[in-house]
């Protein structure tokens, strides 16, 4: 089963940026997705960003687009979170996930999806913003 690391959790000030890193443990092939969550303490994991590692857009949460961009590298083990114009509501435990049942919503024809119904996931890595 592939492994998920997650780094690059700090405490930075509001307004400001951070990149996050999900190192995955090796190729989980195209056809598969790899997505972003939350988690503040008290709420309910939440869904950010969600990439098909065969190509096209990431798809992204209100509450994050246009201030947080997915990206990945070519060989596709690593994907990063570039976050800006941080807010305090942004704390929150981060996670990378993939996992069978988005993999099998894209090749139904729709999004990865951002429902916390991944099976795989990482440790979290910790975010904190101060206003």
């Known amino acids: 089963q592939v492994q998920l690391t997650e780094s690059g959790g700090d405490s930075v000030e509001a307004g400001g940026s951070l990149r996050l890193s999900c190192k995955l443990s090796?190729?989980?092939?195209?056809?598969?997705?790899v997505a972003w969550f939350r988690q503040a303490p008290g709420n309910q994991r939440e869904g950010l960003a969600a990439?098909?590692?065969?190509?096209?857009?990431?798809e992204y949460a209100s509450s994050v687009q246009g201030r947080f961009t997915m990206t990945r590298d070519d060989s596709a083990t690593t994907v990063w979170l570039q976050m800006g114009r941080l807010k305090s509501e942004d704390t929150a435990v981060y996670y990378c996930?993939?996992?069978?049942?988005?993999?099998?919503?894209?090749?139904?024809?729709?999004?990865?999806?951002?429902?916390?119904?991944?099976?795989?996931w990482g440790q979290g890595t910790q975010v904190t913003v101060s206003s």
């Open positions: 996930a993939t996992g069978s049942r988005a993999t099998y919503r894209r090749m139904s024809g729709y999004t990865c999806g951002l429902l916390p119904d991944y099976t795989i």
């Open positions: 090796r190729f989980i092939g195209a056809d598969n997705c």
């Open positions: 990439l098909y590692i065969g190509g096209g857009n990431p």
